[in-house]
């Protein structure tokens, strides 16, 4: 898939070479082929951090544009519907913009065969902007040479013809994340089966299989963020091995979840009352996470409750 991805994107990154190294303002301009998923970019442009506003009309961009700097990146989307739109005009109007040294702007041209955007076209039952009362094909055609302009000046060209929804956000992550502001959220949680799941984790580890500090009278009313539990738990002969195997698949699934465009995500550690075993082996955990260069946030959810007031029941894991 990824190779499909790369023979499609037919310019790559823009130079940067001559952007100053502080812009007031970064702006990506976004159009394209109706159909080709200008729609779909943006949405993910706005989960990358940029603020995306879609078929502004041309007048107003001046104003848009030309305001106040602002270190927040701004994705803006325009195609043959955009009130005021003449592509001619917007090049000419694009270089005096990019005069302004406080400016970064960069043009997106998302772009798609003509039979895959009539397939589109007919399996949505949308009419074509520009086709009226003739069939879609001449829509599309009148549109492309209304758009030839652009496409030929535009500085990334990514053809979405042989494009799933998926592979089009992909490449826009992989095209534009380094500028994004937001980085995905780790969490690492501790929690008591005993005061039910944690319904937003999306990794969850049973840690029951180790030996209950609970039923240890020195350590009843300690937790996994005392030395003494943490001690008890090493002493586990299954702890060490286990703890490995796990590290291992998070720093391998941690970064695929990133790359597929994750938000957040949250990993949680279980055990019956939630305030040693499960604690202790977050914490634990979130500190190797560190080390593997993520920033995760640590949160106990019943570490507050008293050990009396937990369901331990009779001495079972």
Known sequence: MAD?????????????????????????????????????????????????????????????????????????????????????????????????????????????AGHELERRFNETRRRHFLAGDLPVSSGIAAERELLAPLRRWADVLIDTTDFSTNDLKQTIREQFRQTAPQQMTVTVSSFGFSRGKPPTADLVFDMRYLDNPHWEESLREQTGLDAPVGEFIERSAVFASTFDKIRALLLELLPRYAEQGKAYVNIA?????????????????????????????????????????????????
């Open 4 to 112: 499909k991805r790369a023979n499609r994107v037919v310019m790559g990154e823009p130079d940067q070479s001559s952007e100053p190294a502080k812009p007031q303002s970064r702006i990506l301009l976004v159009t394209g082929m109706l159909g080709a998923g200008k729609t779909t970019a943006l949405r993910e442009l706005e989960d990358l951090g940029w603020e995306s506003i879609d078929n502004f009309p041309i007048r107003l961009l001046d104003r848009l544009v030309g305001g106040d700097g602002n270190d927040h990146p701004l994705a803006i989307g325009f195609d043959c519907r955009t009130r005021g739109f003449v592509p001619a005009e917007i090049i000419e109007q694009v270089k005096r913009w990019v005069e302004d040294d406080g400016l970064a702007i960069t043009t997106l041209f998302l772009d798609c």
């Open 269 to 317: 550690f279980g055990c019956t009352g939630g305030r040693h075993r499960s604690v202790y082996t977050a914490e634990k955990m979130a500190q190797v996470l560190r080390e593997g260069g993520f920033s995760p946030t640590v949160l106990h959810r019943n570490l507050g409750s008293r050990a009396e007031d937990l369901v331990e029941g009779t001495q079972q894991p």
